[in-house]
Each structure stands twice: as C-alpha cells, then as structure tokens.
C-alpha cells in the first residue's frame, strides 16, 4: 500500500516538498526538513535498529548453553523446568511491552529505552551470579531470563519510534530493516555462543567479585557491555524525531526542545479499530505458526527419519540458520516489492505461501516411518510431558537417556500411537515446507508491522505497538503447548491440518477488512493510494 507521494526533498536551501497530486497546505504547516535533521532523524533509527538487534541477541545468546548451565548450578532442575526458563522470556516481553509502549506515549522515548536496556543488563548480571545462592538456584536463572525478557519489551518503544519518524514512503524500508536487525540478532547469538565455548566450563574466577568466567556466563556478560554501549549510544546520538506521513517535519510530543516544528494537525480522526484488532489477530497467527515450525522441526525429523537427538538439533540447526539467512535476504527484497504492489497484497501472498508450506508437510504417502519398538520392552524410556514441550527445538538435546542405555532408540515412538497408521513425511516434503515457509514467514511479518504503523497513522503508536508485541509473545507462547498437545497425541496429519485452517481464516479475515487496512492519511482523504 503505497500512497501517491513523494517526500519532501532533503534541502538545506528550504526548498518546498514536492507533493504529487496534493493541494498546497498551509504555509505554517510547511516545516521543510533540513540536512541536518535529516541525518540526525536517521541516526536516531540507526539506534533503534541496533536496540533491536541487541534484544534479539538477548533471548539467542544463551539459549544453546541454558540446559546444561542450569544442570551444573542446580542438579534438582529438571527438563520441564527447562521450558519455563525458556518460555519465561516471552512471558516478560507479553508484560512489558504495553508498559513501555504506554510510557513512551507521553515521556521522551529515551526514558524507557534507557531503563529498559539497564534492566536487560542487571538481568544478565545476575544470569551470571546465579551459581553463588546454596539454594533454588533454578529460581534465580528463572527471574534472570523473565527480567531479560522483561528489558527487551522495549521493542514496542522502538517500532513506535520508527513509525514516528518515518514518511509513509520510508516505512516500508525502514520496519524491514528493523526486521531483518532482529533476525540477525537470532542468528548471530549461538554463533556468539559458540565462539565462547572455546573458554571452556571451568573457565577462570575473579574470586574478588565472585566472578566465574566461562562458556555459561561470558555470552550474558558479553551482552551485557553490548546494552552499557547501547545505553551510551542513546545518550550521546538518539534524538527525538517526528514527521508526517509526507516527511514534513512536526514537532514530536516527546521531545525535550530537541527540534522545532509544528505540531502535526493531522493528527484529528479516529483510528480504525476494526483494521486494528484485525492485524493484531494477524500477527499473532504469524508468529503462532513460525512458533509451531521450530518447535515441531526437532520432534518431526526424528519422528519421520529416525535421527538421533544430536543429528536432529544438527541438521534442523543447519536448516534453520539457512531460513534465517533467506528470511533476511527477503526482508531486502520485500522493500522494494511494495512499491509496486503494495503491503496488502503482499501480506496476502505471503500468507498464502505459508499456507501451501503448511498443506506440503500433509502426510500424503503410504510408506509408514520406522516404530521405535524400544519402549515396550523397557519402560525405563521417559516419555515427553506437555511442559517439557515448551523447549525450542535447540534444547531437546537436553532430555537425556537413563544411564542403562548405551544405544539411543530411534524411529517414532510406540506411545504415539498416530505412528502405527500414519503415512512418513518425506524429507523432500519438509525441505520444500522449510523454504516455503522462510520465505512466507518474513514477508508476513514486515507487513503486518507496516500496515499497523501505517493505520494508526499520526496517532501516539506506544500502547498499540506494546499490544502487538504483546501478542506475538504470547504466539510464542502456546506455539510449543499446540505442539505437545495436538503433534504429540495427534500426530501431523491433525497438527498441519489445524494449522491450514488457522491460516484460512487469517485469509479470510484478511479479505474482509482488506479494504479497511489503509493508512490514516489515506482513509481521511490527506493523501490518495496508488496501489491497492
């Protein structure tokens, strides 16, 4: 959805904007954006994309090494505790984010950003202390990992920022860089994590501080000088910045006297609340779906092809790094897409891609996956609980095999009973599945993100994209719950088959408010659309 506008020619001179097909507005309302406030605006997004980044790294940075750190530091821990570390992320996100969505609606976005950014830091601090307590160890790691997710519901404030200070024809771009930023920062934090292990688990202590030093704790004190540069960059760089949706310079309602300019008139109207809850509900099943992808891709492939739980988080940790460099790759792409056809269609198409991911992972064959016959002769083997579910793919390696197995079983488990009368996915089937959904999953996303921002037009974005936020977290949420509850007892044919219908009706709905979901300029007739 783009809109028949140009911006405003960056010009030091005081050159008017050019503005196609739009009648001249008036002279007080002109605040023509100078060189200078143009690089400062886009600095301050370059900011908000590291901000971005570094919360992403936050969550990825640690999650390879939590299961065993958790085992040296609390021996009573076990791997169902494990998922509700893991899940204690999102939960902290879901809390936070309309919190300081809403603060950041009436103080300067510094504010929040900086005490977000501490609180992430302290939280990886104590991450690091948490082998000092004689007792409920696992607690501490617990309130460590909920108080990082906590920090990084700042990502509400940085996407509220970024709609702010962006014309209609920047946004796009922009929430695609924010985008692919985060997406870095989740493929980078295990690499970081690796690069770390060569330290060691005994590592060194600074018996002054009662630091230790090793592969557990240098990736969080790692991220934790990465938030202290953050906080300075935001301190010495990060100004407060608004334009309309023309590019023309307004005064921001956060600013501390950082810039001059009228405040934005165009700020009178309703936001549309059906278009609103419309891509709220999209979001969600967005990130419930990719959610669902990751968590079933270890259980699925050892399932279907018999891998042991080493070749599974291996291969599914190759596949994974791959879709997240396509997932990149197309949040370039999509940049440049919508210019030509526009963000609804092109939420539309991504959604029908991710539905024809979805309908290929349909067991279609008549060639059953080999039974792991293991159990029922010994019932020593552990059967998974719906909590231990909630790991990610990366941490089932964490379930390990009673000391009187020296082979692990492979193959589908007797237990699920699905595995006697339903047909093998081919590992084709799921290759293609990976890369349909790759590519699906990004395009989804940047859109979702820019139509909201695009929708609730000049209107203060905190709140609204805290509840976005919110939203997705909790998708992240009950992604691995669907997976135990319906995969596990059901098997994929009604998991994948669910999942369809979730994606039709998000198509559906999609049809229905399509003509709804158009910016806030556009729907009070400031600025005509060109592509629909």
């Not at 960056?10 to 009648?23: T, Y």
């Not at 719906?386 to 390990?400: G, I």
């Not at 994948?496 to 979901?517: A, D, P, Q, T």
Request: charged share 15%.
């Amino acid at each position: 959805m783009a809109a028949a506008v140009s911006s405003p020619e960056v010009s030091a001179e005081g050159q008017e904007p050019l503005l196609s097909g739009g009648e001249a507005e008036e002279e007080s309302r002109d605040v023509v954006e100078t060189q200078e406030h143009y690089k400062s605006r886009w600095r301050s997004i370059w900011i908000m994309y590291l901000t971005m980044f570094l919360s992403s790294v936050g969550f990825s940075i640690v999650i390879m090494s939590v299961w065993p750190y958790l085992q040296k530091i609390d021996p009573t821990a076990d791997a169902s505790f494990l998922g509700w570390i893991i899940a204690s992320y999102s939960i902290g996100q879901m809390v936070a984010s309309p919190l300081f969505g809403l603060w950041s609606n009436y103080r300067p976005r510094r504010e929040p950003l900086v005490v977000s950014t501490t609180i992430s830091v302290a939280a990886n601090c104590l991450y690091a202390y948490v082998h000092l307590p004689h007792s409920h160890n696992k607690y501490y790691m617990l309130t460590a990992r909920a108080l990082v997710g906590f920090g990084a519901g700042n990502v509400a404030v940085v996407r509220s920022y970024i709609a702010g200070a962006t014309s209609l024809t920047e946004r796009t771009s922009a929430m695609a860089n924010t985008s692919a930023c985060q997406a870095v920062g989740f493929i980078l934090g295990p690499v970081f994590q690796t690069c770390f292990t060569l330290i060691g688990e005994e590592g060194i202590t600074w018996k002054l501080i009662h630091l230790q030093l090793n592969m557990y704790t240098a990736p969080v004190l790692f991220g934790a000088l990465l938030g202290v540069i953050n906080i300075i960059l935001i301190f010495a760089i990060f100004r407060e910045h608004r334009v309309d949706d023309m590019g023309r310079q307004c005064k921001s309602i956060n600013s501390e006297g950082e810039e001059s300019g009228s405040l934005d008139q165009d700020a009178e109207g309703n936001v549309d609340h059906v278009a609103v809850v419309a891509i709220n509900f999209l979001f969600f099943v967005i990130l419930f779906v990719f959610a669902v992808f990751e968590t079933i891709a270890t259980p699925l492939t050892m399932d279907m092809y018999s891998w042991t739980r080493k070749e599974a988080v291996f291969y599914n940790g190759i596949i994974l790094s791959v879709v997240g460099i396509e997932s990149v790759i197309v949040f370039m792409v999509v940049k440049m897409l919508s210019k030509k056809t526009g963000e609804r269609a092109i939420l539309h198409g991504g959604l029908l891609i991710v539905l024809v991911g979805f309908f290929i992972l349909l067991p279609w064959g008549k060639k059953l996956p080999n039974i792991q016959w293991q159990e029922i002769k010994n019932n020593s083997i552990p059967r998974t609980t719906s909590t231990e579910m909630l790991m990610p793919f990366w941490s089932l390696e964490a379930l390990q095999l009673p000391s009187n197995h020296t082979v692990e079983p492979v193959g589908c488990p007797i237990t699920q009973s699905w595995c006697l009368n339903t047909p093998m996915i081919y590992l084709a089937q799921y290759i293609s599945s990976d890369i349909l959904i790759g590519l699906g999953y990004p395009v989804c996303n940047v859109m979702s993100y820019t139509l909201y921002s695009k929708i609730l037009g000049p209107k203060p974005q905190g709140v609204y994209m805290g509840w976005l936020t919110a939203s997705g977290s909790g998708a992240r949420i009950l992604g691995p719950v669907f997976v135990s509850q319906i995969y596990t007892h059901l098997g994929p044919r009604w998991a994948f088959s669910l999942i369809c219908g979730v994606v039709v009706v998000s198509l559906l709905l999609l049809e229905v408010v399509y003509k709804r979901l158009i910016a806030f300029s556009v729907r009070y007739g400031r600025m005509q659309e060109e592509n629909c």
